[in-house]
């Protein structure tokens, strides 16, 4: 079983890592022009922005003010899109000044989790995905996040309840319930295996 790193840990992590957007900043300068994107456009009148999270599902952010929430909207995007195109370096910046500005956004924090497995940071990543769990019990994919957490550490088990939890959250045509479903398979296996 993995050690849950404390709350202060977890402040001391994210201002390490905010710390690198700095180091990248240059990096992020010379990405295409997310400009001229099309951004869904913000209503005032739900005062609600509208984003899409890793796994191509919409999420919906407080609009803090319509400037600033467009900006967080943007930002989001552009991680997401670097997150997709597995430029883990990258996303791993953008998703910091995202949180840097809207720390209690669950999917931001999942978000950052996956970039982490995807960087092979899992220690670090269970922390995103556990606070993500802790802002929203619903919140899916970050229970199947953890489980590839649990994976990499060897804890079947855990990776085991942490998908079976996914799957019960998660709606019936998920793209990846399939995946998921093939991995609970996977472990029982290994499980069986071992105490063969």
């Not at 599902?57 to 997709?84: C, M, Y």
Request: aromatic fraction near 10%; charge should be neutral.
């Amino acid at each position: 079983m993995g050690i849950r790193m404390s709350f202060r840990k977890r402040i001391f992590l994210l201002l390490f890592l905010s710390m690198l957007i700095v180091l990248l900043g240059v990096g992020i300068q010379l990405l295409p022009d997310f400009d001229n994107q099309e951004i869904p456009s913000l209503t005032t009148s739900t005062r609600v922005t509208k984003i899409t999270n890793h796994d191509q599902t919409s999420v919906r952010v407080p609009d803090i003010e319509q400037a600033e929430s467009s900006q967080l909207q943007k930002r989001f995007n552009q991680a997401v899109t670097l997150l997709h195109a597995k430029k883990y370096e990258l996303a791993l910046p953008a998703f910091q000044e995202v949180l840097s500005f809207a720390p209690a956004m669950p999917e931001a924090h999942v978000n950052m989790g996956f970039t982490l497995v995807g960087l092979e940071q899992y220690f670090a990543a269970k922390d995103f995905f556990i606070t993500a769990i802790e802002l929203n019990p619903e919140q899916a994919n970050a229970y199947y996040g953890l489980s590839l957490v649990y994976e990499d550490a060897k804890d079947y088990k855990g990776a085991m309840g942490a998908m079976r939890t996914y799957i019960h959250r998660t709606n019936h045509n998920d793209p990846y319930l399939k995946k998921a479903r093939a991995a609970l398979w996977e472990w029982e296996q290994k499980i069986t295996d071992k105490a063969e």
